[in-house]
């Protein structure tokens, strides 16, 4: 038997804390525990699902480019490439096809107020036809240039496609002939 001789009304309320407040202090401390953990990760998700549409952004500009240069590549004859690619690697293993003997040629039969641009060479069969670009201060110049093309006989047929002339006073103009190797 136990006799409390005790005045005071709060000799019971350790009992009480024990069984109603500290139960709902732990409630409180785990559900704010729970809540910064889940707010923590909430905002890591985001910051990952914010990447994610990045890289997709980027896979799908990728994707559009290769789908270009799928469509450019598509645009290339396969048999035809690889009929000039052979033709222009038998022409590097012989040393046929001299750039050096072409520019020297040039050289020669280039008139002194004639500036070569660009020059393209395209195979079709055995011949070589080169597009020329360049640019002259006179049509007289030019016609010099197609003239002296025509007498060379390394070069066949000059035909003059495109002319036109520069606001600066230049013509610039667009050649095409056939280069022959080996004669």
């Not at 350790?14 to 953990?37: A, C, D, H, M, Q």
Request: with cysteine.
């Amino acid at each position: 038997m136990n006799i409390n001789f005790s005045t005071k009304p709060c000799v019971g309320k350790r009992e009480k804390i024990l069984k109603i407040y500290l139960p709902f202090f732990l409630i409180i401390v785990l559900t704010l525990v729970n809540l910064s953990v889940f707010l923590y990760y909430r905002l890591e998700n985001s910051s990952s699902h914010g990447k994610i549409d990045k890289l997709k952004r980027e896979i799908s500009n990728y994707n559009k480019k290769i789908a270009l240069n799928l469509s450019d590549l598509k645009k290339v004859k396969f048999k035809q490439f690889k009929k000039e690619y052979a033709f222009y690697y038998s022409m590097s293993v012989k040393r046929k096809l001299s750039w050096a003997d072409l520019f020297e040629r040039f050289e020669k039969i280039l008139p002194e107020d004639v500036k070569l641009a660009m020059i393209s060479p395209k195979v079709e069969g055995k011949k070589i036809l080169l597009s020329i670009s360049a640019e002259a201060k006179s049509k007289e110049s030019e016609l010099k240039f197609v003239e002296n093309l025509a007498k060379n006989k390394k070069f066949a047929h000059p035909f003059i496609e495109y002319e036109s002339l520069d606001p600066s006073g230049s013509l610039k103009f667009s050649i095409s002939v056939e280069y022959r190797i080996g004669k």
